[in-house]
């Protein structure tokens, strides 16, 4: 039994002695990818700090987007009801209304205002300033006779 042992041992030794060139091959291998994985490594953490900067000034932008977002949905909130209100108003006026104003001589400053912003918004040419006195002084810019001329001259097309 010792004997068959003392082979069995000389046999393992064999088979060890005749590995060791292929273990020590497959350590220096392992020891090479083991500086691979290290410098990988470090990489890696280089990459993930510039990653979790860029991260934080993402959810920094993020956040602003947010605000920006949240108070411009609350200021259309506000306007949404307005508009309706101002579309419903529009809907209701009477093209009679446009003939009265085209008749009126002397128009306050409020009309004449009105159709100075009515001009503006039509990207209308600046109107010629009235020769006449008494026009110059309720019309001074002439925004009124545009407005007779060129918007009350058809109140329907003008009202649409």
Known sequence: ????????????????????????????Q???????ITRENEDAQEVKKV???EEAEASTQAAEVKSIKDSADAELAVALPALEDAVK??????VNDFYELKAIQAPGPSIVKMFEVVAYM??????KKPTDEKKKAVDPDGYFEYAKKELLSNPKQFLN
């Open 122 to 127: 039509f990207k209308a040419p600046k109107p």
């Open 1 to 28: 039994m010792l004997a068959g042992a003392a082979v069995e041992v000389a046999k393992l030794q064999k088979t060890l002695q005749d590995s060791q060139p292929e273990l020590e091959r497959t350590q220096k």
């Open 51 to 53: 990653v979790m900067v």
């Open 30 to 36: 392992v020891a090479e990818t083991k500086i691979v």
């Open 89 to 94: 108003k529009v809907k209701n006026i009477n």
